[in-house]
């Protein structure tokens, strides 16, 4: 059987799943997720043995740290990753909710409800808890997946995968809900795009390559989950205390995720009480700093910021800094350069929060707050399946109603159209 042929079964399964899953009632659903963290909770020892496989693997290979960090489960991220399963179950259900409905003056009712996407088919890199993240949110909201992880990951998304498989089926939910693909050679990354006919959306979680590999080469739609170009404009009237705060952490907590901050747009009219401050305590917190030229005329030894570093994704302990004239500069540069993931401006002026808010485009904007907020399980949902990047048809953190689509019912007593 070619790996075509052998992708179109998997599809076929997904397809035949998802037509049951789409009936199954709340409480199993609930249920099923439930033992899902329970089980996750019961094999943390069999799913970290799996996970030093994929660390040993990429120490020899040389990954570099960022990309390790991402790989590393331990016994408290597991134990959140099921936490925030239970919190998924306790969800409201959005199968079958009634969004509107109203009366056409033939007499017919018209209702918009919400259904399931149907098949959902993620494709992602590196971070096992996708893995989780991924299945529990689809099953919720009723629809099956097919996942395909990174070769870097294999190990530990195999365990965490069918530990969650075997608690779906044991609580009644169809046997083909949950599909990994097992084998890291690329052609059935391939062949999964080409699978028109049985996944409904497709959804790339990683770097840009892959994303854009998915997006150019899939016959299946896809949702992009873009890569994070994140900026944070500190205003002339900023708190310099709040914004030495927020700063850190949104480049210094995590600096290996999408939603870290990577450009600092300063007000040229604190340029000289600020640069200086915020540059030594990036040291101090171990970032590589470059900035444009006024900011290497306050701090000489800054490494200059070329064209490439203001269009990059750093995704570690680097950031550029630039002085800008004013917020409309401020937003000029955010449009000109950032991904649309998140933004954020640190003010005490009402107008220029205003107009930062309604004209910067991004799936999340903010002030006075940190880009690292960017988060399903921050938002409320959760956990998130992406944080989409596009307008169609999500965007922003995608949790369990964003998996869903709607359908009009029609009741009618006889009408025809005239």
Known sequence: MSIQEKMEKIGQQAKDSAFILKNIPTAIKNNALLRMADELENNISKIINANKIDLENAEKKHFEQAKIDRLILTDNKINKIAESIKEIADFPDPINEIIKMWRRPNGMD??????PLGVIGIIYESRP???ADASTLCIKAGNSIILRGGSEAIYSNIAIADILHEAAIQEGLPENCIQIIKDTDRAYVDAMLKLKDYIDVIIPRGGESLIQKV???SLVPTIETGIGIVSLFVNYDADLDMADKIIINSK???PAVCNALDKLLIHEDIKDEYIPRIVKLLRENGVEVRGDQQTQDLVPDIIPATEEDWRAEYLSL????KVVKNIEE????ITKYDSKHTESIITENYSDARKFLYEVDAAAVYVN???RLTDGGVFGLGAEIGISTQKLHSRGPMGVEQLTTTKYIIYGSGQIRE
Not at 110 to 115: E, N
């Open 129 to 131: 808890n996708v893995t």
């Open 252 to 254: 210094c907590s995590y």
């Open 110 to 115: 018209i209702g918009l409800v919400r259904v």
């Open 369 to 371: 707050a940190a880009t």
């Open 215 to 217: 997006i150019q080469n």
């Open 318 to 321: 680097k950031i550029c800094i």
């Open 330 to 333: 401020a937003i000029n540069i």
